[in-house]
Every structure is written in structure tokens, then in C-alpha cells.
T-cell receptor, first 109, second 114 residues
Framework: RKEVEQDPGPFNVPEGATVAFNCTYS??????FFWYRQDCRKEPKLLMS???SGNEDGRFTAQLNRASQYISLLIRDSKLSDSATYLC??????????FGTGTSLTVIP | NAGVTQTPKFQVLKTGQSMTLQCAQD?????MYWYRQDPGMGLRLIYY???????DKGEVPNGYNVSRLNKREFSLRLESAAPSQTSVYFC?????????????FGPGTRLTVL
């Protein structure tokens, strides 16, 4: 079983739409969780950390459900600049990060 | 603040040639990592170094060696390159202060093995 599973998409949404991505992880001992964004042929960059109580950063909201071992990312009011691949990343106690294959988002004018 | 730097940015090798990919970070991070990313696949860990002087194998270590030269630098060596090693290689670093520590990536090295 893969450490991290994500729907690869692609998700094609119009500007202004709300879109949600889910991710499941297999290691129940994972301690920390992150969402990264990766633009085409560029390095991944941290979008936001995911806290147990859920957290919001502007138009982005992340949720964690430890019982079901899934993480979600909600993007409101999508912008063209949000087009990218979104990577779900749990981290284990040994400071190893596990990357999903990512979900591709294209925001259409 | 340069963050994580990698050299070279691009490289073309012939099968059997060797090369070393260089990585350096200026954030005083303890942990450093080497990943490869192939089309349609996530980042796969090749090797990581939890601290200066230690290295451990990741998911796909075969065909690679690493050296943690000091706290700043972590190099990846291909002793005898094969076409299957054509990929984009990313170096990353992370602090180890706590659970919220995240990784910072270099810009990548795009390697083609003919």
C-alpha cells in the first residue's frame, strides 16, 4: 500500500470556483502534515502546514482527520495563479517526508 | 538568503559516465535529503542524512552514493550512469526542532543519461 494516495485529477475549474482535494495516508504514526505546491518543472514549495484543529490561510483551508487518516485542502475563489500540482505530505517521527503523486489543478479564465 | 542551492541545473551524460550532484544549504538545518522525480510519479527518496556524519538509504538508493561533507553540503554521486537514472533530482533540507519543521527544496538538477 502506498504511503500517500491522492486523486491525480486533473481538476479543471473556472476562476472563482471552490475546489477541494483529499489525500489518505497509511502510516497512523505520522506526526505532521503539510500541503506543498509544485509548478511545472519547478521545485515543491510549502503551501501550508496542517494542524489537528484545522487551519486557514487566506483562501486556503486545511483539515486533518486522524481517525480516518485523511487530509484535505480547500481552495476558495480560485485564481489563475493557483494552477499547479498540490502534494500531500505526511512526516513521520524520523523526520522523513512522504510525498504523494499530487493532484493537478488548472484554473480556467 | 540563498536557501538550498544545487549544481548543475542541467546535465547530459552517456551511459557509464559518473558525476556528482552538489547541494548546499545555508539555513543551519540538520537534515538533508535527495529525491528523484519521474513523470507521473511522486518524489522518491534516494538517501537522506539526519545529521552531519550520518546517511541512510531511502526508497530507491541503488546506483547512488552520498556524502554529507559537512552540515551545509550533501552530495549525490552516480558512479556509472544508466538511462533509468534520467530524472529530475531535488535536494532538500529540514530543521529538526519539532513537528512543524518542514522541508525546503533546491531548484533541481535535470539529468539525462543517453
Amino acid at each position: 500500500r502506498k504511503e500517500v494516495e491522492q486523486d491525480p485529477g486533473p481538476f479543471n475549474v473556472p476562476e472563482g470556483a471552490t475546489v477541494a482535494f483529499n489525500c489518505t495516508y497509511s502510516n497512523s504514526a505520522s506526526q505532521s502534515f503539510f500541503w506543498y505546491r509544485q509548478d511545472c518543472r519547478k521545485e515543491p514549495k510549502l503551501l501550508m502546514s496542517v494542524y489537528s484543529s484545522g487551519n486557514e490561510d487566506g483562501r486556503f483551508t486545511a483539515q486533518l482527520n486522524r481517525a480516518s487518516q485523511y487530509i484535505s485542502l480547500l481552495i476558495r475563489d480560485s485564481k489563475l495563479s493557483d494552477s499547479a500540482t498540490y502534494l500531500c505530505v505526511p512526516k513521520n517521527t524520523g523526520n522523513q517526508f512522504y510525498f504523494g503523486t499530487g493532484t493537478s489543478l488548472t484554473v480556467i479564465p | 538568503n540563498a536557501g538550498v542551492t544545487q549544481t548543475p541545473k542541467f546535465q547530459v551524460l552517456k551511459t557509464g559516465q559518473s558525476m556528482t550532484l552538489q547541494c548546499a544549504q545555508d539555513m543551519n538545518h540538520n537534515s538533508m535529503y535527495w529525491y528523484r522525480q519521474d513523470p507521473g510519479m511522486g518524489l522518491r527518496l534516494i538517501y537522506y542524512s539526519a545529521s552531519e556524519g550520518t546517511t541512510d538509504k531511502g526508497e530507491v538508493p541503488n546506483g547512488y552514493n552520498v556524502s554529507r561533507l559537512n552540515k551545509r553540503e550533501f552530495s549525490l554521486r552516480l558512479e556509472s550512469a544508466a538511462p533509468s537514472q534520467t530524472s529530475v533530482y531535488f535536494c532538500a533540507s529540514s530543521a529538526t526542532r519539532g513537528r512543524t519543521d518542514t522541508q525546503y527544496f533546491g531548484p533541481g538538477t535535470r539529468l539525462t543519461v543517453l
